[in-house]
């Protein structure tokens, strides 16, 4: 079997209107907030593609907006590389809806970073790898209202398993002050190193959020 995963927005919706089961496993999910979220930064360290790669398995942080859109840049592993913008056996695909896709490999970084632009009324999304941008996309969503990492398979890949992985450096920056955000956190098989605000209440970060193995045995 070819393996191989992808960094993609348009994958997963694509994906979506095609997919008849789907599963999620291990999360780190913040919200709904008081105020809204008008920025939103973390960098994603890829964890080998799931044995056998069977599709399709995506890993993403993403935000759930007022209008009832999700904002989400993804990494994707499918079971056919070559069909997916010349990715090679073993690597993921990043791809964020309507942008760029592109190879990626275990151990790299993927920074995904969402920000709210007053002009336009928009969330300007970039995907940068390894520190390099591969990927912007504006998309008119209404304000987000919450903001959290999914392990997420479908189809086929519905009977594997992921392995452990993490998000490092994020920061979400409100609004305004909400002191209640931090009671929202909710950790589903994850732990992080501790979530706090470092201005009473505006912006919040987390160093380290670690997902852990998760073995789907979803049938329909
Ligand atoms: C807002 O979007 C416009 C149009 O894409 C862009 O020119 C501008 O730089 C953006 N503003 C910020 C602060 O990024």
Known sequence: MRVSATLS???????????????????????????????????????KVPSPQLDRLALWPGMGTSGGDLIQALAV??????????ATAGQWYGTQLGGTQVPASAGDEVTMHYKYNDSTGKYDQTAALNGKVVSTLSTSS???????TAVECQDDAC???????????????????????????????ATSS??????????????TINIQAHTYDVTS
């Open 159 to 189: 009977v594997g398993t992921v392995v452990a992985h993490k998000y490092t450096d994020t920061t979400i920056i409100l609004n305004a002050i909400d002191t209640t955000f931090k009671d929202t956190l909710v950790l589903t098989e």
């Open 77 to 86: 592993s499918f079971s056919d590389p070559n069909a997916n913008c010349g």
């Open 9 to 47: 927005l348009l994958a997963l919706l694509e994906a979506v209107s095609c997919q008849s089961i789907i599963g999620f496993g291990p999360a780190f999910s913040l919200g709904p907030t008081n105020s809204w979220i008008r920025e939103a930064t973390t960098t994603l360290v890829l964890p």
């Open 142 to 148: 209404g304000n987000a209202q919450g903001w959290g």
């Open 194 to 207: 501790g979530f706090s605000t470092t201005d009473g209440g505006k912006t919040w970060t987390v160093d």
